[in-house]
């Protein structure tokens, strides 16, 4: 069964709008939470590494101030798009893993944004 | 850095055909090697694993031979069915294990 639930799995709204988005596992804590984004019939991009109880980190290129990212708990981040204009809408999708070496990261069945 | 390179697609296939879909990589040290697979719409399914040279990862009659002399990890399928219609990225977990590094994804598209 999932073992990361991502909600919601669908936004559309209007330009100017804040969009939350949770990620969680369900079975397990994780320390560590991955954010993605993918452009159409590309791979997956890594926006951020979702730390508990610290900040995150981010990759080069993608803007702290428009994807903020909190991790509340061990089974718990958010992804909130500030602000979001058409150029962000995208498919979105967290990871988590299990401590351990080789440990596969678990996906989220990620969110589809559309700003309008 | 880490990458991975995989055969781009799409991949068209009639069913029952044999599937191979090829994937390398770079990286320093000893990292472990997954295949996963995106329906349309969907997140992505953990299909298989490996964590060290030599392991054989298999499901669903999909399977992958970590070998690091030729540092590949090719996706393999004796038969294929309208089912596994799907986007199969191959990736790569660094030593750490923070860091996972995907190829570009191969679509595989099987007709009836």
Known sequence: GAVVSQ???????????????????????????????QFPKQSLMLMATSNEGS????????????????HASLTLSTLTVT???P???SFYICSASRQGVGQPQHFGDGTRLSIL | GDSVTQMEGPVTLSEEAFLTINCTYTATGYPSLFWYVQYPGEGLQLLLKATKADDKGSNKGFEATYRKETTSFHLEKGS?????????????????????????????????
């Open chain 1, 7 to 37: 909600h919601p799995s669908r936004v559309i709204c209007k330009s100017g709008t804040s969009v939350k988005i949770e990620c969680r596992s369900l079975d397990f804590q994780a320390t560590t939470m991955f954010w993605y984004r």
């Open chain 1, 55 to 70: 900040k995150a980190t981010y990759e080069q290129g993608v803007e702290k101030d428009k994807f903020l990212i909190n």
């Open chain 1, 83 to 85: 602000s979001a204009h």
């Open chain 1, 87 to 89: 150029e962000d809408s």
């Open chain 2, 80 to 112: 294929v069915q309208v089912s596994d219609s799907a986007v199969y990225f191959c990736a790569l977990l660094n030593n750490a294990g923070n860091m996972l590094t995907f190829g570009g994804g191969t679509r595989l598209m099987v007709k009836p």
